[in-house]
């Protein structure tokens, strides 16, 4: 299923690309602006199964990327300032942000130097459960156990049932399969139980994860001291929020992630990520509670590109996830002109319900 999907993506951005019909609807469909978002940036890794490559881009990537947007008509801008053109309308240029997704360890030794070397703006959506070490990286964790295994036992509806993993194509379609059913589940909760049992069963370290991998509090405290730097919060325990049973829970995940970060920063977050971010993870509840929260703005990982009609839905604004699975220049170019999301979005300019 995951594969398909990715193959009517490619193909559809292809066919856009080549047939040039993004440039043709750009006036109709290209907005005012986008916000594009990253999570781990490093060197390919040799490893043949690598589930969740779509979350990586290379070093190079990353820096064709930059150089071609700080020399195009774009400017690149901070949330804040995007925020200040989309209530002002000022729409003379269009405009980017850049986002980095869960502060990984990778972006201060691979982008941060690409950054600074551009001098372009760039915000960091923090769960503040990372930097403390109790993060659950579980598609991670998931991954291991798939990788190091050749056959896996799981309690599926109160059955116990055997999974072969031996070859890479098994190793593929068992992690599409398990993916799929842990996000079909009804809550967090739940999906994370079934994780740590395999974790604990497979001997795969989940806590090992989010201290290997994500940034420490001195790394946060570090960066945030530049002026290019935005932190923005990522809840506590980056649950999807939309499966959280009371909206109580949810707030606290909110307000509790901003009070930390601003403890640790000396500055107070004004900026939401939800985590995962798409229309099963965040939805009208938690646009709302963001809003009442008076964060100035909110990001999900719906696709589109910003319009001015967005300036009423501060607390939706989609995002341009910039994947590692498409790493070139023309997959971008489509998707940022708003083509091939607007078709995405059946031509609705706000997706927010
Ligand atoms: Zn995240």
């Known amino acids: 299923m995951a594969g398909l999907k990715k193959t009517i993506i490619r193909t559809g951005l292809e066919t856009l690309y080549f047939s040039g019909l993004h440039h043709w609807m750009r006036p109709l469909v290209g907005g005012v602006g986008a916000i594009l978002t990253l999570h781990h940036v490093r060197p390919p890794r040799s490893d043949s199964f690598q589930p969740n490559r779509l979350l990586e881009v290379t070093p190079a990537f990353l820096e064709r990327l930059l150089r071609r947007l700080s020399r195009a008509r774009i400017d690149v801008v901070s949330l804040d300032e995007m925020h200040q053109r989309l209530i002002s309308g000022d729409f003379k240029r269009r405009f980017v942000c850049i986002t980095f997704d869960d502060g990984y360890k990778d972006l201060m030794r691979w982008a941060y130097p690409l950054l600074k070397k551009y001098q372009l703006p760039f915000a960091l959506y923090i769960p503040t459960s990372f930097p403390d070490r109790l993060g659950e990286l579980w598609w991670v964790a998931l991954e291991a156990v798939i990788a190091q295994n050749s056959r896996i036992g799981m309690v599926i509806k109160g059955k116990d049932q055997f999974f072969e993993c031996g070859t890479l194509r098994e190793k593929r379609e068992l992690y599409d399969a398990v993916y799929g059913y842990l996000r079909s589940m009804k809550t967090e909760v739940k999906l994370r139980r079934v994780v740590r049992d395999l974790c604990t069963c497979y001997h795969v370290d989940i806590g090992s994860f989010c201290r290997d991998l994500c940034?420490?509090?001195?790394?946060?405290?570090?960066?945030?001291?530049?002026?290019?730097?935005?932190?923005?919060?990522?809840?506590?325990?980056?649950?999807?929020?939309?499966?959280v049973p009371n909206d109580s829970t949810v707030r606290a995940e909110m307000e509790m992630s901003r009070s930390v970060?601003?403890?640790?920063?000396?500055k107070r977050p004004e900026h939401l990520a939800y985590p995962v971010g798409d229309a099963t993870s965040a939805g009208p509840r938690e646009f709302r509670i963001a809003g009442e929260l008076g964060f100035k703005t909110a990001v999900t990982t719906r696709p589109g590109v910003l319009f001015k009609v967005h300036r009423d839905h501060m607390t939706a604004l989609p995002r341009i996830s910039v994947n590692g699975e498409f790493q070139r220049q023309r997959y971008l170019k489509v998707l940022m002109s708003g083509a091939a999301t607007a078709m995405w979005n059946g031509l609705r300019r706000v997706n927010a319900a």
């Open 215 to 243: 940034m420490s509090w001195e790394e946060i405290v570090e960066l945030s001291r530049d002026p290019l730097v935005t932190i923005g919060a990522h809840t506590v325990n980056h649950m999807m929020l939309k499966k």
């Open 261 to 266: 970060l601003e403890a640790a920063l000396g």
